[in-house]
T-cell receptor, first 117, second 112 residues
Framework: GAVVSQHPSRVICKSGTSVKIECRSL??????MFWYRQFPKQSLMLMAT?????????EQGVEKDKFLINHASLTLSTLTVTSAHPEDSSFYIC?????????????FGSGTQLSVL | GENVEQHPSTLSVQEGDSAVIKCTYS??????FPWYKQELGKGPQLIID?????GEKKDQRIAVTLNKTAKHFSLHITETQPEDSAVYFC???????????FGSGTRLSIRP
């Protein structure tokens, strides 16, 4: 099956610093990737849709200047949490769709637990 | 937009018994319904999916049923095992698959 690799799996940072999370599709090309945020014991909340070669589409209420998304290649999307604050602490998950396979299947990364001190 | 409701939020069953999780959706344009299993500290994994042109799909101990008229779909796990303990999410999307909307999740615990 398709594999999505997400790094780092866990990061602890100080308030005010920026953190970059990478999402890679290892054995397929992904023109579209999605970034989610998940609070403890809650569902996945879609933050933005990342499109290769173009600007990301953000969901209502998500600050695009706070959560910078770059999708520069068909296999890599990055999410940068800028000037992180404790309230940004959360589990961030990416997913990707295989551009060369018909259908809607999404493959998820293993997630990144961000803790902002 | 699409709204997916899922219940129960928690479910505890005896090992070997069956577990059923139910979801409803609101958008009649939705035609793809995946189910994901999420273990603690990990990303969701697709376990089974169904499209609206099919009423039922089975894969070993897991089955999904879809009632398009009533806009509800269910996950059935038979002969449950301890490794089935996890959080399960249902989801729905339309044919463009621009977004997949998730249910609120069900925490399934299998009692030995």
């Amino acid at each position: 099956g398709a594999v999505v690799s997400q790094h780092p799996s866990r990061v602890i940072c100080k308030s005010g610093t920026s953190v970059k999370i990478e999402c890679r599709s290892l054995d397929f090309q992904a023109t579209t990737m999605f970034w989610y945020r998940q609070f403890p014991k809650q569902s996945l909340m879609l933050m933005a849709t990342s499109n290769e070669g173009s600007k990301a589409t953000y969901e209502q209420g998500v600050e695009k200047d706070k959560f910078l998304i770059n999708h520069a290649s068909l296999t890599l999307s990055t999410l940068t949490v800028t000037s992180a604050h404790p309230e940004d602490s959360s589990f961030y998950i990416c997913s990707a769709r295989d551009a060369n396979r018909a259908g809607e299947k999404l493959f998820f990364g293993s997630g990144t637990q961000l803790s902002v001190l | 937009g699409e709204n997916v409701e899922q219940h129960p939020s928690t479910l505890s069953v005896q090992e070997g018994d069956s577990a059923v999780i139910k979801c409803t959706y609101s958008d009649s344009a939705s035609n793809y319904f995946p189910w994901y299993k999420q273990e603690l500290g990990k990303g969701p994994q697709l376990i089974i999916d169904i499209r609206s042109n099919v009423g039922e799909k089975k894969d070993q101990r897991i089955a999904v049923t879809l009632n398009k008229t009533a806009k509800h779909f269910s996950l059935h796990i038979t002969e449950t095992q301890p490794e089935d303990s996890a959080v399960y999410f249902c989801a729905a999307s339309d044919s463009s698959a621009s977004k997949i909307i998730f249910g609120s999740g069900t925490r399934l615990s299998i009692r030995p």
